[in-house]
């Protein structure tokens, strides 16, 4: 199954291109967006670990090592597209448009977190494993019965694919070819398990032959082979085509979140010869001469810029409104609940 | 008005809200050309066709995972779970997305899906067609749970279902389906979800259930309005939120408080109808809550003695109900 299914690669470790054909394509703009999202959205992760240490958000779950799966997906799709992310796919979120305040609110407990900016289809992070795979194929099931061309991204982990939501969720959209790019981030443990223990199949890219679907397995370290095999992937579901499965191969650098501690599991020295997907895009960089030291310098100074105001955003957003705990629960307050919402505003009047 | 069954309510709710609004459509397992194992879809699927009547794979959290993108993107989806008893598989969807929607987006996204299920025994169903799963979903804020006794109340509470814009359960008796006709006005209507209904006036003790148990209360209360015995009878209709207010009146009525349910007796609906009476009528009893209901045994057993067993019937009703009258 694994010669079945190889790794496409674009770019390799050392950031030398391996499929030629892809030459005119990568140009500067492109080059540029991928660099300016993966550092953008590092920068974003790197200080949320920071603000979780010094108890000004919550528990975290980080993404690096993941950024050019994020990314690459993210810029492969259209404005009108809609996202299914997992909590640990803010990446992916804020390269396609999530504002960066409210990132920091969801993590800092805050239900305003999960409000998109008007006119975005991403949908609130789903924490129970899988249950987003089929919302995806719900929602672009009904962008296909309305006749547009849209198409749904459901975010995936490895340790998903054993759930009984996503088998659902990739019979559900190939019965109904339904337009929905199936994306797991294959990050080689889903907490503590690896993936070898998570599955007797060599990949997660061959589970697509079940069910009769296109399924790929890339190199998601590799952020032009993600880009253009989810590209790909989106045209086809556009033009008709039904559902794709992508594998993406990475790695989570990381903990699971901030609460876990990876050396109690992963063997030492596992992952440390895996090229860090913003290095490799770098090395592509400095070789084909779109380095500019002085520009990185610049954009990392900004993007700091950027991350800094957003926390301050964070801590200047007003305090939540105590009322929010009952007034969301239905569209119309049932009695009960009037009268415990009652009740609590007099308790806090004190 | 014309006579309908119960089981035509439901059809017949569906094909209207289908024809008001294009947004609804039908997803389940055997819904399309079969028209349903009890045929509730009966005829959607040559009216609307097959791409608002779908016969889904046999997957039932797909059905209601499907259901809540669908939901959430803007359509109106009613999922049948063939049987109450196979929603199981769905629970992690129902519970942790459509019920917390709304919450945990701050009211930013909403989930108006109904999800239909022929619940409840009494026609040899066996343990895993028979089962009554309220309980279930029954605290799990963000739901309704709607289970309707007359062919009136079902069009016009699952008419109100299909246009809340929250997700609503509708769990439908199977034997109630065709048991059961009644008048239905021709003209379109909606009932209130979240509201009881006085099913009976009456003043020496008062019947709170829901379902098929409120025409067992009505048959038991003719043959005791016989023997001078006045029953009042309230049907709870949504059994999540509970109608409290309407509880209260009820039961402070008559002073003395029969509930009944078909679900097993520990942790069912009821156990919460008698801790609300307790909290807000103790000095209004003139006896102990009375509660009528299965036995806490794991299913509604087959063999016929063991199902007349479990079932509640209007025996069973008359007995707890001139029990309570006499105490």
């Not at chain 2, 028209?35 to 097959?50: C, I, K, Q, Y």
Request: negative net charge.
């Amino acid at each position: 199954m694994e010669a079945s299914f190889p790794m496409k690669q674009i770019m390799d470790e050392e950031g030398r291109l391996v499929d030629p054909s892809y030459q005119e394509q990568i140009d500067e703009k492109l080059v540029q967006q991928l660099h300016y999202h993966m550092l953008r959205i590092r920068t974003f992760d790197r200080k949320a670990i920071s603000l979780q240490r010094q108890g000004r958000i919550g528990t975290y779950p980080p993404f690096e090592g993941q950024e050019a799966c994020q990314v690459g997906s993210a810029l492969a799709l259209g404005e009108g597209d809609w996202v299914f992310p997992t909590y640990r796919d803010h990446g992916a979120t804020l390269t396609f448009g999530a504002d960066m305040v409210r990132m920091f609110l969801y993590w800092n407990g805050r239900q305003e977190g999960c409000v998109a900016p008007p006119g975005k289809h991403i949908f609130p992070a789903a924490v129970p494993i899988a249950t987003q795979i089929l919302h995806a194929v719900g929602a672009s099931w009904a962008e296909k019965r309305k006749g547009t061309d849209r198409v749904a991204i459901a975010y995936f982990g490895d340790g998903a694919t054993s759930e009984g939501d996503f088998h659902e969720g990739l019979n559900f959209a190939s019965v109904f070819q339904t337009p929905t790019i199936l994306f797991n981030q294959n990050n080689g443990y889903a907490i503590s398990v690896p993936i070898e223990r998570q599955m007797n199949s060599k990949t997660i890219a061959q589970k697509s032959v079940a069910y009769g679907m296109p399924g790929i397995r890339i190199d998601g370290n590799d952020c032009f082979a993600v880009y253009f095999e989810t590209k790909r992937a989106v045209e086809a579901a556009r033009e008709g085509n039904g559902p794709t499965l992508i594998e993406a191969v990475t790695w989570r650098t990381g903990a699971h979140t901030t609460a876990d501690d990876p050396t109690k599991y992963r063997p030492s020295g596992k992952g440390k010869d895996i090229v860090d997907p913003l290095v490799r895009l770098e090395r592509f960089m400095k070789n084909d001469g779109y380095w500019d030291e002085q520009a990185v310098k610049t954009l990392q100074d900004k993007l700091n810029d950027e991350v800094e105001t957003a926390v301050k955003g964070m801590a200047e957003f007003p305090a939540p409104n105590p009322e929010d705990l009952f007034d969301h629960v239905f569209a119309v307050l049932p009695p009960q609940l009037q009268e415990q919402k009652e009740f609590y505003l007099e308790f806090l009047k004190g | 008005m014309a006579v309908i069954s119960y089981i035509q309510a439901v059809t017949s709710a569906l094909r209207e809200e289908m024809q008001r609004d294009e947004k609804v459509f039908v997803l389940g397992e055997d819904v399309g050309k079969k028209g349903g194992v009890f045929r509730a879809t009966d005829g959607l699927f040559n009216e609307f066709g097959d791409y608002r009547v779908l016969d889904t794979p046999l997957a039932e959290s797909a059905i209601a995972g499907v259901g809540i993108g669908a939901a959430m993107y803007g359509m109106r989806p009613v999922a049948e779970m063939q049987f109450a008893d196979f929603i199981m598989p769905a629970v992690n969807q129902i519970i942790s997305e459509a019920a917390k929607m709304r919450y945990r987006s701050n009211n930013d996204w909403n989930c108006p899906i109904t999800i239909r299920a022929p619940y409840g025994g009494g026609v040899h169903g066996a343990l895993y067609h028979s089962q009554s799963v309220e309980s279930v979903f029954a605290n799990q804020p963000g739901l309704k749970i709607v289970m309707p006794s007359t062919p009136y109340d079902v069009k016009g509470l699952l008419k109100a279902a299909i246009r809340d814009n929250d997700p609503v359960l509708f769990f439908e008796h199977k034997r109630a389906y065709r048991l059961l006709k009644g008048e239905v006005p021709d003209e379109d209507y909606v009932l209130p979800l979240g509201k009881a209904d006085v099913k009976r006036e009456g003043s020496d003790i008062t019947i709170i259930t829901y379902g098929l148990c409120v025409h067992f209360a009505l048959q038991a209360a003719e043959k005791l309005a016989e023997e001078g015995i006045s029953a009042h009878i309230l049907d709870l209709r949504t059994v999540y939120p509970l109608d409290k207010e309407a509880i209260i009146e009820a039961a402070k009525k008559t002073g003395k408080v029969l509930l009944i349910t078909e679900d097993n007796k520990e942790g069912s609906i009821i156990g919460e109808v008698a801790a609300i009476i307790a909290e807000n009528c103790l000095f209004d009893l003139d006896a102990p809550i009375q509660r009528l209901a299965g036995p806490d045994v794991p299913s509604m057993p087959y063999a016929p003695t063991m199902e007349k067993y479990f079932m509640i019937n209007p025996d069973k009703v008359e007995k707890a109900m001139r029990e309570l009258a006499e105490y």
